[in-house]
């Protein structure tokens, strides 16, 4: 007979609950059935603030409701449990369900704690807890200029991120404490994070107590209780979490003075066939706000049901986060101070770093400390605290890193003993990983994929792959970066391998070098190796299919299926026919059309099968691929220069023109962005860009390895006041250094920080030709530039070719019925995708 | 492999072996439905399953690199959009996911593309 479980509430500890009781119960020994209020599946809630910097529901979502069906979890959404009858152990729901439990798990979670200051019923105030009300911000703040957040605790800073994010012209941040995150931080770190936040535009305002809200039916303004007014059109209030603890209350469980379900350390309630976990749960005389031990409860009451025995221990509340782009960290006991122990403080308000670290009396041993503005140590600085490792004897060392040339103080990840957590999301230890790197699982995903390690909040990513790197080391290995399963060589070695041995085509490699039939990571690896090497059409001979998806039909794929094309327009200089030709074909083929970062035009909304006769209008009114498709050169941007600019000391447009166009189509192990401004004003951003030129009164000076994205790191230089020709030349040889050593699909600021002796190193080969390989590099360049030719003349003149371009084969005149569009401000957009 | 010979079968001529590039794939429509085919020409092998990556519900499995993994060499797809990646033989996603493809009988005669629904 099966036991039957009821789980209520379908949050992300609900459904972590429902995972790992998946994956104990092999014998499905138990029938699940799970009730959630709200219409979506739990989804990550910890996330909930990337909702408003472009993450959509379905990204948020943990898992699909086919998950549960599929692991025979009958699952009701839109539907609480209204009622508990413990007598006769059944539920019922909002509709009406009922159904019967021999184990009945509680995880209605939290609701927003909203204290009770007349008018807080008005049109324009919120709470931040689920997506329904991500969306009523989002459809509010439209309308919404002046913002404010009742809270300035964890909670109430990602909400004013939240209102950042939305575009409100000011955000202001009300706390009652006299400090920003009085939780977690103290005094000294509290001053700095609200100065660093300040300076990114929040407006805080400490000791106030919001005494009244105003307005007729809508919100207007916030009067406090020291005469203050503040005019605001939209507030949102996160001042604190509530248990969800309703139905327990009715049902008559125990629950706390100020709420909670009162569990025992197996999380059963005063009803022992009744559990509870997560935020509603009063588990030590506490509320857990936090995910990880919402987890860790859910683990418990698993092995309970499957006959495993397992407490759940009071739990650590570390935590860290990035706060609008700040780092803060709190762990172990932030706050104690002497005479329980000895503080050691670093504070740079410069920079904006605070680090404190608390240490027992006897120096030997770590008890907490707070990290602000710099968390890089976080991980290993919480291990120190949980494994009670042994300090160095200056355990300053630990947050300044070793100053006198010894080696880096602290321990290494290895150093750490075996039941230290590595993972807290998963709770996996640190022995764990190391048995499954030992076991063949020596790469990231084979770690994530085995034991999960990672999967959560991913903040312990950088120590699983120190511990992977470590143990492989410790084992003798000699850690190599091999492109994949089929080719055990680094990219250098097969580049210079397919070099000797002369192989035009992918084929031809595996065969020799590789093992199996390739995959998605070696076959546009080789396919960019043999393009740098030859220049030969990357269609031709078989090498088609081997190409990533944008390279193989030489457009950038998008959204709903369809293509954008982008037309090459070297520095950004345009006429005005070519501009009407761009407009009219965009207009015969219906596409959106916007201008891009690199002063493009880019054309949305191509169906494959008129990609061929868009680019044959586009070459015929003179353009040529622009590579936007491609790990090649993409666009050399321009300022106007000298040539109008009463500023300029250089040509800037027609020296861009003329970089351009010596290396389009100059394929690499990733994408290249380049930029020539004509004088030091830099309009053209040329530090940002891969390789950038400024203009001198003498001539250029030369900067490499910028990059914006994710992590901008500005350009450094490598040569000043060079003529054109040496610049060229220059330039020749850093890119043939880069295409020829860089890992795949590695930018050339990342390239540069791996690469040993850095911009100095790379100054000695490419200035001072260290190697003696100067003037090959500047050979083979000319030959890669001689055999250039836009490849989608090419392929408009090659039928065979040409009839690659449909989405059916069977039926090329019709197109993907599934590409839809919606219209947008005049032109039109894809169709927004759905989980 | 999806070989069989079951007469119960109803097979359905998709295209032209030449249709379908070497080592790669393309989309047929098929009684209504997109059927990505693969012409995995290196082991000799063909595959069909359906066109729509279940993780965006995007019809575009047939662009996709196709590959294989592991010991047994299990063939594989791997969708243009997020590099989700599933065995052609079985439709399971081999990425870590929980995603599930259908997979159809293919068969070539005479020169051309056969599937069953």
Redesign the interface.
């Given at each position: 007979m099966k036991k039957k479980i009821v789980v209520v509430g379908n949050g992300m500890v609900g459904y972590k609950f429902c995972e790992k009781l998946v994956a104990k119960d092999t014998n499905g020994s138990f029938e699940v059935v799970v009730f959630g209020e709200e219409i979506r599946p739990a989804y990550d809630r910890v996330h909930l603030s990337s909702f408003f910097s472009g993450k959509t529901a379905?990204d948020l979502s943990i898992?699909?409701v086919?998950?549960y069906a599929?692991n025979g979890i009958v699952l009701h959404l839109s539907d609480p449990v209204v009622d508990i009858d413990r007598t006769a152990q059944t539920v019922r729901s909002h509709h009406g369900v009922v159904a019967q439990y021999d184990y009945l798990v509680l995880a209605t979670g939290s609701a927003a704690f909203v204290p009770p200051i007349p008018g807080v019923e008005k049109d324009g105030v919120f709470v931040y807890r689920t997506i329904e009300d991500l969306e009523l911000m989002q459809a509010h703040a439209q309308k919404a200029k002046k913002g404010a957040v009742i809270g300035g605790g964890l909670l109430g800073l990602e909400a004013a991120k939240a209102l950042l994010d939305l575009g409100l012209q000011e955000t202001h941040v009300i706390e009652f404490a006299p400090r920003l995150m009085p939780r977690q931080i103290d005094e000294a770190g509290s001053q700095l994070l609200q100065a660093k936040l300040e300076s990114l535009g929040l407006k805080i305002h400490l000791n106030k107590n919001t005494q009244q809200i105003e307005g007729e039916e809508a919100i207007s303004a916030m009067k406090f209780a020291d005469g203050m007014t503040l005019d605001v059109d939209m507030l949102v209030i996160s001042a604190g979490i509530k248990p969800r603890d309703e139905i327990a209350r009715v049902a008559g469980l125990e629950v706390g003075v100020r709420g909670g379900i009162v569990v025992n350390e197996r999380l059963q309630t005063s009803d022992p066939a009744i559990f509870a976990i997560g935020e509603c749960a009063l588990a030590h005389q506490m509320i857990y706000g936090l995910v990880a031990p919402g987890y860790e409860m859910a683990d418990v009451v698993v092995h309970f049901l499957t006959d495993g025995d397992k407490t759940f221990k009071p739990y650590d509340m570390s935590t860290k986060l990035k706060l609008i782009g700040v780092d803060v960290a709190s762990f172990g006991d932030p706050f104690v101070q002497e005479p329980h122990a000895k503080t050691i403080v670093y504070e740079n308000s410069s920079k904006g770093i605070y680090k404190r670290i608390n240490v027992s009396n006897d120096g030997k041993y770590l008890l907490g400390g707070i990290l602000i503005g710099d968390a890089e140590q976080y991980n290993m600085l919480l291990q120190n605290v949980k494994n009670k490792t042994l300090l160095p004897p200056d355990p300053e060392d630990l947050v300044l890193g070793a100053r006198g040339g010894k080696e880096e103080a602290g321990s290494g990840v290895l150093s750490l003993p075996d039941d230290a957590l590595i993972c807290s999301c998963e709770a996996i230890t640190k022995g764990a990983i190391v048995e499954e790197v030992k076991a063949g699982n020596n790469t990231l995903?084979a770690i994530?994929?085995c034991c999960k390690a990672g999967t959560g909040c991913g903040g312990c990513v950088p120590m699983v792959k120190d511990l992977i790197n470590e143990t492989m080391k410790a084992q003798g290995v000699y850690v190599r970066n091999v492109i994949c399963?089929?080719f055990d060589y680094t990219r250098q070695e097969l580049f210079d391998l397919i070099k000797i041995k002369g192989y035009k085509t992918y084929?031809e490699a595996l065969a020799d070098l590789g093992k199996?039939?390739?995959?998605?990571v070696?076959?546009?690896a080789v396919a960019s190796i043999l393009a740098s090497l030859w220049n030969e059409l990357i269609l031709a001979k078989?090498n088609?299919?081997?190409q990533?998806?944008?390279d193989?039909?030489l457009a950038n794929?998008q959204?709903?299926?369809t293509y954008s094309v982008v037309p090459r327009i070297p520095g950004g200089e345009i006429t005005p026919d070519k501009l009407i030709a761009i407009g009219q074909v965009a207009k015969k083929y219906s596409l959106y059309t916007k201008i891009t970062g690199g002063q493009r035009i880019d054309l949305f909304g191509a169906h494959v099968s008129d990609l061929p006769n868009i680019w044959e209008e586009l070459i015929e009114a003179g353009f040529e691929s622009g590579h936007a498709y491609g790990k090649a050169l993409r666009t050399v941007k321009s300022c106007v220069g000298s040539t109008w600019c009463r500023f300029g000391v250089q040509d800037a447009v027609s020296f861009s023109i003329q970089v351009e166009e010596r290396y389009r189509g100059l394929r690499a192990p990733h994408k290249l962005k380049s930029a020539v401004s004509g004088c030091t004003r830099e309009c053209a951003e040329a530090q940002s860009k891969d390789f950038g030129i400024i203009a001198t009164e003498k001539g250029w000076n030369l900067y490499v390895c910028g990059n914006g994205g994710v992590k901008p790191q500005h350009a450094l230089l490598l040569a000043s006041d060079v003529d054109t020709e040496t610049c060229i030349k220059y330039i020749d040889r850093f890119l043939m250094f880069y295409i020829k050593t860089a890992e795949p699909l590695t930018r050339t600021a990342t390239w540069l920080n791996k690469l040993e002796g850095g911009i100095n190193y790379l100054k000695a080969v490419v200035i001072d030709d260290v190697l003696g390989l100067g003037e090959q590099f500047e050979q083979e360049m000319d030959l890669l530039v001689e055999a250039y030719k836009c490849e989608w003349k090419e392929v408009v003149n090659n039928p065979a070719l040409r009839k690659?371009f449909?989405?059916?084969?069977?039926?090329p005149t019709?197109k993907?019925p599934?590409?839809k569009f919606e219209p947008m401000r005049d032109q039109i957009k894809a169709a927004e995708?759905?989980? | 492999m999806n070989y069989t010979s079951e007469e119960t079968l109803v097979w359905h001529k998709?295209?032209a072996v030449d249709?379908?590039?070497?080592?790669?794939?393309?989309?047929?429509?098929?009684e209504g439905e997109?059927i990505a085919?693969y012409n995995?020409e290196?082991?000799g092998e063909w595959y069909a399953t359906q066109n729509?990556c279940p993780?965006?519900?995007?019809?575009?499995l047939s662009?996709?690199?196709?590959?294989?993994?592991?010991a047994s060499?299990e063939?594989?797809v791997?969708c243009?959009?997020h590099?989700k990646?599933f065995s052609l033989k079985t439709g399971a996603c081999l990425s870590?996911d929980?995603y599930q493809i259908k997979t159809y009988p293919i068969k070539i005669e005479e020169g051309f593309v056969f599937v069953s629904l």
């Open positions: 379905a898992a699909p086919q998950w599929d995903d994530k994929k399963e089929h084929n199996g039939d390739g995959c998605e070696c076959k546009p078989g088609d299919t081997v990533d998806s944008n193989r039909f794929i959204k709903n299926g690659r449909t989405h059916f084969v069977n039926a019709v993907d599934y590409a995708w759905t989980k | 998709a295209c249709d379908i590039p070497a080592d790669g794939g393309a989309c047929a429509l098929i997109q085919i995995f290196r082991r729509l993780h965006r519900q995007q019809m575009a662009r996709g690199m196709i590959g294989s993994t592991g060499q063939p594989k791997a243009p959009f590099k990646t870590g929980d």
